[in-house]
């Protein structure tokens, strides 16, 4: 069955400030936090050029999706990943557009 693929989703509501900040720390989770920022559509796992291994990849995706950062779903065999932009914007207003803005090296 299809939904026994897709992962847990915690309530952002429930999520504490500090363990989305925790998330963030990490440039790698900050780069796929930016790249959904910036796509007009969702990303399955293998599209993003990320310098770790496959199985740390997985280990940052697992971080977000807990700290309630992304939502991950199946579309076949691809795991594919959405930025819960509005979600987490609902209980931190501007967090979001606040980190990606903060880490762009144009600034």
């Known amino acids: 069955m299809e939904a026994d693929r897709i992962p847990a989703h915690p309530d952002v509501r429930t999520i504490p400030l500090q363990q ?3 998330a963030l720390v990490d440039p790698v989770r ?3 936090v930016t790249k959904l920022h910036e796509a007009s559509g969702d990303i399955r796992c293998g599209a ?3 310098p770790v291994s496959n199985s740390t990849a997985t280990h940052h995706f697992r971080i977000l999706r807990e700290a309630g950062l992304i939502r991950q779903y199946y579309v076949g065999t691809s795991r594919m990943n959405a930025l ?16 990606v803005t903060a880490d762009r090296p144009e600034r």
Not at 84 to 99: C, K, N, Q, Y
């Open 20 to 22: 989305i900040l925790e």
């Open 84 to 99: 819960r932009r509005d979600e987490v914007g609902e209980v931190f207003p501007g967090l979001v557009d606040a980190i």
């Open 30 to 32: 900050r780069s796929i």
């Open 48 to 50: 993003f050029d990320l």
